[in-house]
């Protein structure tokens, strides 16, 4: 596997608004010394509409003047319809995915991330009152019943098979990260696969998002997704507890961190032992909060990039599984 440094890091997202243009995100990912920097397709950073043939240009004569691969791009995406008859959400989600397959083909990149149902948190899957399905209206027969969920899960899945099918036409793969809100766990991912029926849409498959991260769950689940799997993304989530051992939050360490609960030498042996040959793409995609209350800062962000492709590198090297061919700096 070779290493990936997802731009969605210097957004301005968590950073109190502070970002870089893209062009500059790449070369962090070349000064830092990953093989290849994945886009983030939205505003300020890769959002296809405000990337011209020029600039499509100038983005890869700066990756291969930089001897750095352009990976994949990676979208926010939601494809349940609206709750309003007027409303047509769906259609122009599926606009913008294929304009952002238009952008991967055009920079010679293989893969767009897309999630299934994204509201920009992760829900109580119990809540409101939807007898453990997620529910997405208020109290009602149709809830207690889940037919909510399912007409959610119907629309989804029209929406990937016709974003699939663009996929296709044009050489791309979709990898389907899961996510909440409709493909809540690994099982949901692979029906939703299954009933699309495209070939062209696969497996982004996260190690922090796993429903576990006991050994023999973690190589079971990575070995299901053997031929589905094509990418990766690599952050580690440890949880929050407040007095009396309740969960009460989650936040994002770096991989190798004191707290990082994950078992990336696990996983990463298991996807050497499927023949992943994809990216690890580090990722920075949440609140930053530091020593003293404060917002981490771009700053912030470089360290870990830099402290996760240490860690991540070295584990591949020992593994024997890292097929790029630049050399870990120590002393980063």
């Not at 920009?120 to 809830?143: I, K």
């Not at 996929?167 to 996510?179: I, R, S």
């Not at 920075?284 to 360290?303: F, M, N, R, W, Y």
Request: charged residues 25%; negative net charge; glycine residues 10%.
């Amino acid at each position: 596997m070779k290493f990936s440094m997802d731009t969605i890091g210097y957004g301005g997202y968590f950073t109190d608004g502070k970002c870089l243009p893209v062009e500059d995100a790449i070369r962090k990912a070349a000064e830092f010394g990953y093989d290849a920097a994945c886009l983030y397709g939205h505003r300020p950073l890769a959002f296809p509409m405000d990337l011209d043939q020029d600039r499509r240009k100038r983005l890869k004569d700066l990756a291969a003047e930089l001897d750095l691969e352009l990976g994949a791009v990676v979208c926010c995406t939601n494809f349940m319809k609206g709750n309003h008859v007027l409303l047509y959400p769906q259609e122009k989600e599926i606009l913008y995915v294929s304009e952002a397959i238009k952008l991967a083909a055009d920079l010679d990149m293989e893969v767009v991330r897309v999630l299934a149902a994204f509201f920009g948190y992760f829900r109580n899957p119990h809540g409101p009152d939807g007898y453990g399905l997620t529910a997405f209206e208020s109290r009602s027969g149709r809830v207690s019943q889940g037919k909510d969920y399912l007409e959610g899960w119907h629309q989804v899945r029209e929406g990937l098979r016709e974003v699939a099918l663009i996929a296709q036409d044009h050489g791309v793969t979709l990898a389907l990260q899961t996510h909440p809100e409709i493909t809540d766990n690994n099982e949901d991912t692979l029906e939703m696969i299954e009933e699309v029926g495209v070939a062209s849409l696969k497996v982004g498959l996260d190690l922090p998002l796993l429903e576990s991260q006991d050994p023999d769950f973690i190589r079971t689940t990575v070995h299901r997704m053997k031929d589905l799997m094509v990418y990766s993304h690599s952050i580690s989530i440890a949880p929050k507890f407040t007095v009396g051992g309740a969960p009460c939050g989650w936040y994002e360490v770096e991989p190798g961190a004191d707290d990082d609960p994950c078992d990336w030498e696990t996983f990463m042996a298991a996807c050497q032992e499927i023949g992943y040959d994809g990216y690890l793409s580090a990722e920075q995609c949440s609140p930053i909060i530091v020593k003293g209350h404060k917002i981490g800062d771009l700053a912030t962000v470089d360290e870990r990039y830099v402290a996760s492709l240490k860690y991540l590198k070295g584990l591949a090297i020992k593994l024997g599984c890292y097929t790029g061919h630049k050399e870990l700096d120590a002393e980063a």
